[in-house]
């Protein structure tokens, strides 16, 4: 009969009972803590990947009147802008940083449209991008015209500002050409720039409202102005010309052009004033001024005429000329005038204290009147520019 083993079970001490429990709190603290880390790391890495997609893309470039222009927005505007350069594009920084004054430009300009009222339709938006891809909703009737070739369709401007400039083409664009160009911008422009419709769209209101405000502005521009209308005669003062470099020796001088125009001889201020005042002593013998001119005067684009300028306002001309013209009543002939060009003899033909301006010289009047306006604008706002390199994109190359 096999032996019956007795096993009897070792009692734990107190000792290691008291071990037990700190290995166990230890490896409790232990896993605590790697538990904190890990979270502390989710936290870091959650914080890093906000910061980069949510709370940098916010942070403003620039603030105008307390309206934030957001850094994701101004990237989409300078890739925009980058984009419509193409190969025009040489100095990016630059145009980045015209971009952001475009910018700061259109905050100004929507809240002066808010304040006078002005809005712009989603169906002037509409029409506005329909022309810039050269579709007409409803075609001007035809009219004969020569044939001409075919030409690119207009594409956008840079500054995300498209201007129609449609060419003549042998046949209207349809709907369904514009539509697919339409399309096919707006793919282009989602894939270069995270531009979206909405966004294209939000440029091309930016436009028409500056247009409208422009007209606004430009409508209060005087359309007529005090002009004479005169003639004169110049005696040129002329500085002589350099000495030609010598011909190194053996080799043959260049022989004179003879179709060239002759170099007339020099001529210093003494001489010129002696010139004028005999043209002035024939005028006073009875001379007439527009032989006299055709015979003395320098001045190219009059002397053939007779001298005549035809009419002008003030500013239009040279300082001196234009204080003398002004102050010369109608029929009087001036004393020799000093310009940087010679000395003038001027005749006063017409006085007319509100004639109509020219369309060159109404239009330079209402693009400065504007600008002024637009400038008082941007002195009296709160500009803050937080501008610096980190802001910019990544830069294309050239090409695109």
């Not at 995270?194 to 430009?218: C, H, N, T, W």
């Not at 204080?323 to 017409?350: M, N, R």
Request: glycine share 6%; hydrophobic share 35%.
């Amino acid at each position: 009969m096999a032996k019956r083993r007795k096993v009897e079970e070792r009692q734990v001490t107190r000792k290691e009972t008291v071990r037990r429990r700190k290995d166990a709190e230890q490896n409790r603290r232990v896993a605590i803590g790697l538990i904190a880390v890990g979270a502390l790391l989710v936290i870091l890495i959650g914080a890093g990947v906000i910061q980069e997609l949510v709370l940098k893309p916010r942070q403003p470039v620039a603030v105008v009147n307390n309206q934030n222009i957001s850094s994701q927005d101004y990237q989409k505007r300078v890739l925009l802008d980058w984009f419509q350069a193409g190969n025009n594009l040489t100095d990016p920084q630059g145009t980045s940083l015209e971009t952001l004054d475009q910018m700061i430009d259109d905050k100004i300009l929507r809240e002066q449209a808010q304040q006078r009222g002005i809005t712009v339709s989603p169906e002037e938006i509409d029409q506005a991008i329909e022309k810039t891809f050269g579709y007409e909703r409803t075609p001007p009737t035809a009219t004969p015209t020569p044939a001409v070739a075919p030409t690119q369709a207009p594409t956008p401007t840079p500054g995300g500002e498209p201007t129609a400039t449609p060419q003549p083409t042998p046949t209207p664009v349809t709907l369904e050409a514009y539509q697919k160009a339409y399309q096919g911008y707006m793919d282009r422009l989602k894939q270069v720039a995270s531009v979206s419709p909405a966004d294209f769209r939000s440029l091309i209101e930016s436009d028409l409202l500056r247009q409208k405000l422009y007209e606004v502005v430009a409508k209060d521009v005087p359309t007529t102005e005090e002009q004479v209308h005169a003639r004169h005669i110049l005696v040129a003062i002329r500085t002589p010309e350099p000495t030609p470099t010598p011909v190194p020796a053996g080799q043959p001088t260049p022989t004179p052009d003879p179709s060239a125009t002759p170099v007339p001889a020099p001529r210093d201020e003494a001489q010129a004033l002696a010139r004028i005042i005999e043209v002035q002593q024939k005028l006073g013998a009875g001379g007439d001024f527009a032989k006299l001119a055709l015979e003395y005067s320098d001045d190219p684009g009059s002397a053939e005429s007779g001298g005549d300028l035809g009419w002008f306002g003030q500013g239009q001309m040279v300082t001196e000329f234009d204080t003398a013209a002004f102050a010369l009543e109608p029929g009087k002939i001036s004393d020799p005038v000093k310009t940087t060009y010679g000395y003038h003899l001027i005749q006063v033909l017409e006085k007319d204290p509100a004639r109509p301006s020219d369309a060159y010289t109404l239009a330079q009047r209402k693009y400065d009147s504007y600008n002024t306006w637009l400038s008082d604008l941007r002195t009296a706002a709160k500009i803050e520019r937080f501008w610096t390199l980190d802001k910019l994109p990544p830069t294309p190359g050239v090409s695109q």
